[in-house]
């Protein structure tokens, strides 16, 4: 597993507010909020940090020095328990934001699935910056109930729904969870693995692939690659998820 070494003051190198012109995840984040004045002032403060699959964001435990803002690929967010066992709490992609919701130390970690970027700020001058910038704060505080929205729909999932139910509500939300890639055709895209999936789900790698298995039998869903599938029929899969089939 690889991990973001820490860059000193001044190496980083700055983006130019034409960068943000040109940054496609611009319209599904904060960012797109801003006036030219106000982007301006952000993009002082932004670091563009390249990832790679297995790349470390933020480590649970460490001091939150940063806040972050992916801009392409996609991540995982999760926490250990005290025997090694790993939560997954969500799958964050262009357009999400990371790291301003905490305390002194960051209550989760997140890594890279795939290769991508993100926007890395320090926390002090970012909410210097929120303090002037109403568009952004507001911006923010919509993201923050959106996120309480859907952390009271996991809780949902994993407390009373069953694996059938768990696995289709995932597939059906993933439809539209990465915004700068929309799924075309019915395809999508799944750049977390099975195991992955189990985790988020709060279920076993078996059950995920015994459920997918039967999804296919079913021909609810078509696997064209281990990271793609065609969602063959949409509205059995969403009476599977809201327990109506």
Not at 19 to 37: K, N, P, Q, T
Not at 119 to 127: H, L
Not at 192 to 213: F, K, N, Q
């Amino acid at each position: 597993m690889l991990e973001l070494k820490s860059l000193p003051d001044g190496c980083a190198a700055r983006r130019r507010t034409e960068a943000c012109d040109r940054c496609g995840a611009r319209a599904y984040s904060v960012c797109a909020s801003l006036d030219e004045r106000e982007l301006a002032r952000l993009d002082a403060l932004a670091e563009r940090l390249p990832l790679s699959s297995g790349d470390v964001l933020l480590r649970e435990g460490d001091l939150a020095r940063h806040v972050f803002n992916v801009t392409s690929g996609s991540v995982r967010v999760y926490k250990l328990l005290p025997d090694g066992r790993r939560q997954i709490t969500g799958f964050l992609y262009a357009g999400d934001f990371l790291g301003l919701a905490t305390g002194e130390r960051y209550a989760f970690s997140a890594e890279a699935m795939e290769p991508g970027s993100a926007c890395r700020f320090r926390k002090s001058e970012y909410r210097a910056l929120i303090q002037d910038t109403p568009a952004l704060e507001a911006m923010l505080l919509e993201r923050a109930n959106h996120e309480l929205a859907a952390a009271q729909a996991q809780m949902l999932l994993l407390g009373r729904k069953t694996a059938l139910e768990r696995v289709a509500s995932f597939l059906r939300d993933l439809t539209t969870a990465d915004r700068m890639r929309p799924s075309q055709e019915g395809i999508v895209r799944l750049p977390m693995t099975r195991g992955e999936i189990a985790d988020y789900l709060g279920l076993t790698i078996e059950t995920v692939s015994r459920v997918m298995t039967r999804l296919k039998t079913e021909n609810i869903i078509r696997l064209l690659s281990p990271n793609e599938l065609t969602i063959e029929r949409p509205g059995r899969l969403s009476a599977l998820a809201d327990g109506e089939a």
